[in-house]
């Protein structure tokens, strides 16, 4: 069956009603997304043996974006956060690109480093062209440690050495390049680096000091682009106005700190979703805005000959489909099955997508109408339930709130306790 992703009126429903619903446009059964309820997700005696002294579980909201197609193809796409407007803005914009063929992507492949520190190296340069000489060798002494990785087509594909000065010395770093294939590849990069930490010893000289996987994934790149409707953004004058936005935080570092927040406001909503290392994909994010020119935006966007907005972006993103908690957390699983992606490349694909569009969504806020016309009426909602509402009243004094300009705590409560009055 082919997933379709336009759901129109799907915040109209309750949360049980629109897993059903999803569950049909997925074409799944929706005993499938069961774990997705609190009650029959992750349980205090499976968190035991995910974590050291556990003592409970924190629950985060699951939201599903609706809109996108990705690479021809329509994805109902689950999001983990605790913040309101994300999940409704990424839907927003998914839906101004489906108008022009959705979102293109394309990767680098799922290439993780290794990198093994040597110390104490009399001969650094020396030493650099002796492990070099030697690649084949490392290479195949890397491959043995991982038979069922290479059977699935993955493993070693290369060796690199840096010469790293340091106020110690300077150091002979080894970076072992991996194709991990569909796993995120920490564990396996991991071992490789300690198997053959030794030899690089002996060859070199010198002593192995840290043999550890790199997190600044620059071999993991995945790219997507997308024309989003003049129109439906707003016109020709928001168009441009998102395209100064974007200029702003690509010139400048205290913008760019906030514009790529919104873009991991919707890359690490995936990813927390799926059960994947969101620190791990935040700080190769981070560490790839770090440009030698100084820290900027990771998206850009331009206007094409058409008056729309192009948007492009390109990520670092270590995701996996085997292992870690994707494989051990019942509600990852429950994402994974909804979101249908059969590889690695795919879920990086659909993240990458994510992110752009949530990034859009927040730079056509912040042009047209600001943005918190749109993300405090998202928020009086939690403001209504921290006030005691409950719930058709949570919906009313939402409206009143916001209606009023006054989306604080204490006036929630007096707008509830009016209400009360009154129906009492």
């Known amino acids: 069956m082919t997933i379709n992703s336009r759901i129109p009126g799907l915040r109209n429903s309750g949360p049980a009603e629109r897993r059903a619903i999803v569950a049909e446009h997925a074409g799944i059964d929706v005993a ?13 005696g499976q968190a035991d043996h995910m974590i050291e002294n556990a003592v409970g579980i924190i629950g985060v909201p699951v939201g599903i974006a609706t809109n996108f197609t990705v690479d021809g193809r329509d994805y109902l796409v689950p999001m983990a956060t605790e913040e309101p407007s994300v999940v409704a803005a990424a839907s927003n914009a998914a839906r101004m690109a489906r108008e022009h063929g959705g979102f293109r992507t394309s990767t680098t492949g799922p290439v993780m480093i290794a990198q093994i520190q040597i110390v104490d190296v009399v001969d650094p340069a020396a030493a650099r062209l002796r492990i070099l000489e030697h690649t084949a060798e490392i290479l195949r002494l890397a491959d043995d440690q991982d038979p069922v990785l290479r059977g699935f087509g993955g493993g070693p594909r290369d060796l690199e050495v840096r010469l790293v000065p340091t106020r110690t010395g300077v150091h002979v770093v080894v970076h072992l390049r991996v194709d991990v294939r569909d796993a995120m590849g920490a564990n396996a990069v991991n071992t490789m680096a300690e198997a053959i930490a030794p030899r690089l010893a002996e060859i070199s000289g010198g002593r192995t000091l840290l043999r550890i996987l790199s997190n ?8 997507v682009r997308a024309v989003f409707d003049r129109e439906l953004l707003g016109g020709a004058d928001v168009v441009r106005d998102i395209v100064h936005a974007s200029a702003f935080a690509e010139a400048d570092p205290y913008r760019a700190a906030t514009h790529n927040k919104g873009i ?5 909503a995936v990813v927390l979703a799926t059960g994947n290392d969101t620190r791990a994909v935040e700080a190769g994010c981070h560490s790839h805005a770090a440009t030698p020119a100084g820290y900027t935006a990771l998206s850009h966007y331009e206007v094409d000959t058409d008056g729309n907005l192009v948007g492009t972006l390109e990520v670092p993103l270590a995701v996996g489909l085997v292992g870690g908690a994707t494989r051990v957390h019942p509600t990852a699983q429950a994402a994974v099955t909804l979101l249908g992606v059969a590889t690695a490349a795919e879920l990086s694909a659909v993240i990458a997508a994510v992110g752009l569009a949530q990034n859009l969504a927040a730079c056509r806020a912040l042009a047209a109408e600001g943005i918190q016309r749109g993300h405090m009426t998202l928020h009086a909602r939690t403001i209504a339930a921290s006030a005691g509402a409950e719930g058709e009243e949570v919906g009313v004094v939402a409206a009143r709130i916001v209606a009023a300009g006054r989306v604080r705590l204490e006036f929630a409560q007096e707008v509830l306790a009016e209400i009360r009055a009154v129906t009492v």
């Not at 774990?35 to 992750?42: H, Q, S, Y």
């Not at 991991?264 to 690490?268: P, Q, V």
């Open 32 to 44: 499938l997304l069961d774990t997705l309820d609190p009650a029959a997700g992750l349980g205090l």
């Open 216 to 223: 600044k994934a620059d071999q993991r790149i995945t790219r």
């Open 264 to 268: 991991m406001n919707g890359i690490t």
